[in-house]
């Protein structure tokens, strides 16, 4: 049987329609700071620049307290402003292509925007509900456990697109306007689909209005970045976003890290364990978290365990490891370890006081677990992604 579709109240569609024509060439507000809104509307001749500022602030309420998507909603605004801006601007939101929802409430959305499609997972716990959210349409990176890097990199993701979907997911779950307790999303992992270290701007500025106290208002204790170990640009992740770090590490040896994470072989794991150690605002209460997928006969042994452990240690670092059972793709190199092993590879982290939880895989099902996410669009040629500027 399919898949059902998720019922997505209010303002959401789950219908692939393109956008109205009339929407064609409007500048989005969604990914805009308050100064640049306030820049868009002296630059429109909407309002002068100290008028500017009050207008940005009004706007930025209505979107990211209230959750609007049209002008017409903004009842604090004279009627023929609402219309001015309607003629200039747009409040975006990615179009829903589809959305699935796996037997333990794991929720997927197949997205698009500009063309190209991208997906992101919603993960609901008893204590928690936690948005994964995609920072790039494919992968470069080509790590070989992951059904993402099977595709080819299309382009970086636009602040506005990253915001617009946690801004979508808050849509589906009913969040506005936006809460003083009692949320169904409280984190965010920068871990869907893409290298968010490789379209760092557009991250970092994305993040700053997610986190924004006037706004969405999600601390930063509550998200966490993950990289495969773009080593150049981890300080200034830690020193311009200042989230919690997930590293995707998966082996101990070169030789093994280098054919699953070929990043590896650029920056190997001396470099990036340094890097891990010199990560600004990392210590015993705010620990870099290190993410190993379980591969059968491959990095699941006591002795890789052991190494794990005295790298950790030879770079005293404040450390949690997580422990990822392999998710099943089509096509896939691997295997999943064995239950017993994965308990035995965690026992051993544990008794050196590092912790090291085994993740329950979620969404398996919709293909929604992590490795597993891949769009429609890596059949659309790539186009040349400048990395940032170190």
């Given at each position: 049987m399919p898949t059902p579709l998720i019922p997505i109240p209010g303002l959401v569609d789950p219908v692939p329609v393109r956008r109205a024509a009339a929407e064609a060439g409007l500048r989005d507000l969604v990914g805009l700071s308050?100064?640049?809104?306030?820049?868009?509307?002296?630059?429109?001749?909407?309002?002068?620049?100290?008028?500017?500022?009050m207008r940005a602030r009004q706007l930025?309420?209505?979107?990211?307290?209230r959750g609007a998507t049209s002008f017409e909603a903004m009842t604090d605004l004279a009627r023929p402003f609402r219309g001015a801006l309607a003629r200039h601007f747009?409040?975006?939101?990615p179009e829903v292509v589809e959305a699935r929802a796996s037997v333990d409430g794991t929720r997927k959305w197949l997205l698009r925007s500009g063309g190209d499609t991208y997906e992101m997972v919603f993960i609901p716990e008893a204590d928690r509900g936690t948005l994964c959210v995609s920072s790039q349409v494919g992968c470069s990176l080509n790590c070989r456990f992951c059904h993402t890097g099977t595709m080819r990199l299309v382009r970086n993701l636009t602040a506005g697109e990253i915001v617009g979907q946690v801004l979508l997911?808050?849509?589906?779950?009913?969040?506005?306007?936006?809460?003083?307790?009692?949320?169904l999303l409280t984190n965010i992992v920068m871990m869907g689909m893409g290298e968010p270290l490789y379209n760092f701007e557009n991250v970092r500025d994305a993040l700053?209005?997610?986190?924004?106290?006037?706004?969405?208002?999600?601390?930063?204790?509550r998200i966490t970045l993950s990289t495969a170990g773009v080593v150049p640009m981890m300080a200034r992740a830690g020193l311009e976003i200042g989230v919690n770090l997930a590293v995707s590490l998966h082996a101990v040896s070169k030789e093994v890290r280098d054919e699953i994470v070929p990043l590896n072989r650029k920056y190997g794991i001396p470099e990036l364990l340094a890097a891990c150690a010199a990560y600004p605002g990392a210590h015993n209460a705010r620990r870099i978290t290190f993410e190993y997928v379980m591969l059968k006969g491959r990095n699941d042994?006591?002795?890789?365990?052991?190494?794990?452990?005295?790298?950790?240690?030879?770079?005293?670092?404040?450390?949690?490891?997580n422990l990822i059972p392999f998710n099943p793709w089509p096509g896939a190199?691997?295997?999943?370890?064995?239950?017993?092993?994965?308990?035995?590879?965690?026992?051993?982290?544990y008794a050196a006081g590092i912790s090291?939880?085994?993740?329950?895989?979620?969404?398996?099902?919709?293909?929604?677990?992590?490795?597993?996410?891949?769009?429609?669009s890596e059949g659309r040629v790539a186009r040349p992604v400048r990395a940032a500027s170190v």
């Open positions: 308050r100064a640049a809104i306030a820049e868009a509307l002296v630059e429109t001749d909407l309002a002068d620049p100290k008028a500017a500022r930025w309420g209505w979107i990211y307290t747009r409040i975006g939101r997911a808050r849509d589906a779950l009913g969040e506005w306007p936006s809460p003083a307790g009692g949320r700053a209005i997610v986190m924004d106290g006037e706004g969405l208002a999600l601390s930063k204790r042994s006591e002795a890789d365990a052991r190494e794990l452990v005295r790298l950790l240690r030879a770079y005293r670092l404040p450390a949690k490891v190199p691997y295997e999943c370890s064995e239950d017993q092993t994965i308990a035995r590879f965690s026992e051993i982290i090291a939880p085994i993740r329950r895989p979620r969404g398996r099902d919709i293909m929604a677990a992590c490795g597993q996410l891949k769009s429609t």
